[in-house]
């Protein structure tokens, strides 16, 4: 036994190493979990190809459109000039003197909109620079102040964000992105103060140390002060138009799942639970009509980069859905091997309550694997069958099992070896000893706030 738990650790291990330093996911993932089968001596081309091959296939099938079409939506923002007229219009509306809550709101607003999180670093970067450096405010805090906007509270706890943390347990659970709102809106609140109180404290102490902007950094943008920006209202109309169709069409008037027979939705296309499918559903159209109003209000600006735009966005959504779909099979073999028995018993025996035990194997598997996503995606594999047994027989209801999934997911995904923080400190042209130490307090606190919240629903159901 010790041999079988030993193989998927090493696996893991490896698959973290491998991604710190930089190596593809969806190269190195199938050869760490080939290891893993060969370790505990199972079959190893059956493996691949029948349990890997099928579950990443599976995996692309259900969330490729979202990926694909967030990724475009995000771009067009940013070529019609949507995506920075909103970012300067925050940035400058609060002023120098609250630059660190200036650009935490800006990236929250582009991110609850939609917007990808890394065309959200690319897009407020140089507004954050400017005002730091105008505020004389260490540009180290500007990855975490970023990441406290963009990677945390409206990326998952928010009720209604469209970002794929907040859609993937949808599938699992047979809920909407608007699941057990008040639980979110209380989440997103801890999260968004404690991540405030640490940045303005950090920057009270560089204060007091007679620390400012700093010079000599690299990749230091450009601002050109005659640039001009679109009328706020006209920037914000595609964020809105997303968010108010996700809502209509997943819950309201317009609910899709009145749109079809269920009967021949079961017969023909073997949908057994309509609500299964619908949220997808209606983020497939609210992007789809999010795309069209950001092309619609700039078309004369988009139109001569929309063939490249285009290609860059469909290219990002390729490798990001691939990387989260590798370790997708990755999971899911996993589970086959003896050994996971073991290490299941382990997070499920750590508590008897389904949210503590949930947050505990999201969190942990988001770390090991340096993806949200991956690790959300991972963990209900595996054991969203279970959650869901487990939550019926003591009458929790599935949209609390979303939302403490959902922001579990991101809490440990943010270690060194995650790729949005290897980005975002390429953007800012900063390095991990210069600024990780903040991206880590904002992940310590929203780590915290979830498992805060999971032990308080366990206290009143």
Same mark, same amino acid.
């Given at each position: ?292 109003? /950001?092309?619609?209000? %700039? #078309?004369?600006?988009?139109? $001569?980069?929309? =063939? +490249? *735009?285009?290609?860059?966005? !469909? ?43 949930? /947050?505990?194997?999201? %969190? #942990?598997?988001?770390?090991? $694997?340096?993806? =949200? +996503? *991956?690790?959300?995606?991972? !963990? ?82």
């Amino acid at each position: 036994m010790f041999i079988e738990v030993l193989s998927i650790v090493l696996s893991l291990g490896l698959l973290m190493f491998f991604a710190y330093r930089g190596y593809p996911v969806i190269v190195f993932a199938p050869i760490f979990t080939l290891l893993a089968v060969v370790l505990s001596g199972l079959a190893l081309l059956p493996s691949y190809t029948e349990t890997f091959m099928t579950n990443a296939a599976n995996y692309v099938k259900s969330f490729f459109p979202i990926f694909l079409l967030g990724a475009i939506f995000g771009k067009v923002m940013e070529l019609s000039g949507a995506a920075s007229s909103i970012a300067h219009t925050i940035v400058r509306a609060l002023g120098s003197n609250r630059a660190i809550l200036a650009v935490v709101l800006a990236c929250a607003i582009l991110t609850y909109g939609g917007v990808s999180l890394f065309v959200v670093a690319f897009a407020v970067y140089p507004f954050a620079s400017a005002i730091f450096r105008e505020a004389n405010i260490p540009k180290r805090l500007i990855p975490g102040t970023i990441a406290l906007g963009a990677f945390t509270f409206t990326m998952d706890a928010l009720p209604g964000t469209p970002q794929i943390q907040n859609i993937i347990p949808t599938t699992y659970f047979g809920t909407d992105a608007y699941a057990a709102p008040v639980v979110g809106i209380i989440g997103a609140i801890m999260v968004f103060a404690g991540g405030m109180l640490w940045l303005e404290r950090r920057r009270k102490q560089a204060a007091a140390n007679g620390e400012g902007y700093g010079t000599g950094h690299t990749n230091e943008p450009e601002l050109q002060q005659t640039q001009s920006y679109m009328n706020i209202w006209l920037a914000i109309l595609p964020l809105a138009i997303v968010l108010i169709g996700n809502y209509m069409f997943s819950r309201g008037i317009w609910t899709v799942e009145a749109w079809y027979d269920p009967s021949m939705l079961k017969e023909s296309f073997k949908i057994d639970k309509v609500k299964n499918v619908v949220s997808s559903w209606a983020l497939i159209i609210a992007l789809s009509l999010g795309i069209i109003t /950001a092309i619609l209000i %700039n #078309v004369r600006q988009v139109q $001569t980069k929309l =063939a +490249s *735009g285009l290609t860059a966005a !469909a290219m990002g959504a390729l490798l990001a859905i691939f990387n989260t779909a590798s370790e997708v099979g990755f999971g899911n073999v996993v589970k086959t091997l003896p050994g996971f028995k073991v290490i299941q018993g382990w997070i499920l025996g750590a508590s008897d309550h389904p949210l503590v035990s949930e /947050a505990l194997a999201v %969190n #942990v598997l988001a770390g090991v $694997t340096g993806s =949200a +996503s *991956g690790g959300l995606s991972i !963990a209900l594999e595996v054991m969203g069958k279970q959650y869901m047994e487990m939550a019926s027989a003591v009458g929790i209801s599935p949209e609390l099992l979303h939302r403490i999934a959902s922001m579990a997911s991101g809490g440990m995904d943010t270690l060194p070896h995650n790729g949005a923080v290897i980005t975002l400190l390429a953007i800012t042209g900063l390095t991990h000893r210069q600024s990780y130490k903040d991206i880590f307090a904002i992940t310590v606190v929203k780590t915290l706030a979830v498992f805060i919240l999971a032990f308080g629903v366990s206290l009143f159901v």
